[in-house]
């Protein structure tokens, strides 16, 4: 059973890290963000996914409840997703960007109401 959840968070950092990546390709000074773009879909399911494992976790392998797991998973995927977007401010080229963040809230919904349904 740890195994499976091992592997799930791998690919949940996995797509994380391709957000990061994708993003730092841009290294033009007249940086474009747009609400529709590839990598906000990289950032909406990287947080869903992220919120999704975090609360398993949480409620399976630290036995805590549905509640405060889904505070655990809300909680960890935010601080990832502002995280990256504060290092990528502080990259020549890039931006902070509230799209981005957006993405990644509207991921954390979508992966709370996937979780509701089970």
Not at 62 to 70: E, I, K, Q, T, V
């Amino acid at each position: 059973m740890f195994f499976k959840y091992a592997i799930l968070f791998t690919l949940a950092f996995a797509t994380n890290i391709l957000a990061v990546e994708s993003d730092s390709l841009i290294s033009d000074s007249t940086v474009t963000d747009h609400w529709i773009a590839s990598d906000k879909g990289r950032h909406l399911v990287g947080s869903m996914l992220t919120t999704i494992l975090m609360t398993k976790v949480s409620e399976r392998q630290l036995n805590m409840s549905s509640d405060g797991a889904r505070y655990v998973g809300i909680s960890v995927t935010f601080t990832l997703g502002l995280g990256k977007e504060i290092l990528d401010d502080r990259k020549p080229g890039n931006l902070f960007s509230v799209k981005d963040l957006t993405a990644n809230i509207t991921g954390i919904i979508i992966g709370l109401i996937i979780l509701g349904i089970h």
